[in-house]
């Protein structure tokens, strides 16, 4: 089975900095597309970057220039590199990879961004 485990989260001021890992069980190019996605209570889960075999990073429109999406094959791992952090970036990011008609997600991890 595929495990994905999140980590990175935390409190950050406005304007700070946070990178997001996931470390997958299986290999990162064995999916076809990694995400990462976001939720706030109460409303519903928001793609915010999704990275494709072969291809390039494709973010929401609220994170360009913010957010970048990486991967490392070597240590089977997709990150989030999140600067300049607003208040409205607080949420749970999960990462998420896709194989086919197949999704697989990790447990989240809170992203809190507060003076």
């Not at 989260?9 to 900095?17: A, C, D, M, N, R």
């Not at 913010?66 to 749970?92: C, W």
């Amino acid at each position: 089975q595929v495990q994905l485990v999140e980590s990175g989260g935390g409190l950050v001021q406005p304007g700070g900095s946070l990178r997001l890992s996931c470390a997958s069980s299986e290999s990162i190019l064995s999916f076809n597309v990694m995400h990462w996605y976001r939720q706030v209570p109460g409303k519903q889960r928001e793609l915010v970057a999704s990275f494709p075999r072969g291809g390039r990073p494709n973010y929401v429109d609220s994170v360009k220039g913010r957010f970048t999406m990486s991967r490392d094959a070597g240590k089977k791992t997709a990150s989030l590199q999140m600067n300049s952090l607003k208040p409205e970036d607080t949420a749970v990011y999960y990462c998420k990879a896709s194989r086919y008609d197949t999704d697989y997600w990790g447990q989240g991890t809170q992203v809190t961004v507060s003076s």
